[in-house]
Nanobody, 124 residues
Framework: VQLVESGGGLVQPGGSLRLSCAASGFTFSSYAMGWFRQAPGKEREFVAGITWRGRMTSYVDSVKGRFTISRDNAKNTVYLQMNSLKPEDTAVYYC??????????????????WGQGTQVTVSS
């Protein structure tokens, strides 16, 4: 199982970034996928999740209306479009896979596979 994130970087407040996570080594279309983030000195937190067919999504309150999670099962890839970025969005962002494909769970223990993370820094 391999998850590889990309798309992080430095962006000014109010800017946008799109993160991608390429998956391999498992049946991607059977898994729910999630994005988490971890800021320095803080616990890893759930950001967004999507079910196996993409019919349901869920977000942490702090990103609702600004972030959008999506997936392309033909490309084995999940995305996180981040708009109106704020300094408090600064963190390492991780994608993760959950074998319970039809539900969106939010606990870190619910996800069996993780990527290495990509840094997102929002600063002027």
């Amino acid at each position: 199982v391999q998850l590889v994130e990309s798309g992080g970087g430095l962006v000014q407040p109010g800017g946008s970034l799109r993160l991608s996570c390429a998956a391999s080594g498992f049946t991607f279309s059977s898994y729910a996928m999630g994005w988490f983030r971890q800021a320095p000195g803080k616990e890893r937190e759930f950001v967004a999740g999507i079910t196996w067919r993409g019919r349901m999504t869920s977000y942490v309150d702090s990103v609702k209306g600004r972030f959008t999670i999506s997936r392309d099962n033909a490309k084995n890839t999940v995305y996180l479009q981040m708009n109106s970025l704020k300094p408090e969005d600064t963190a390492v962002y991780y994608c993760a896979a959950d074998s319970v494909g039809g539900s969106i769970r939010r606990g870190t223990d619910d996800f069996s596979s993780w990527g290495q993370g990509t840094q997102v820094t929002v600063s002027s």
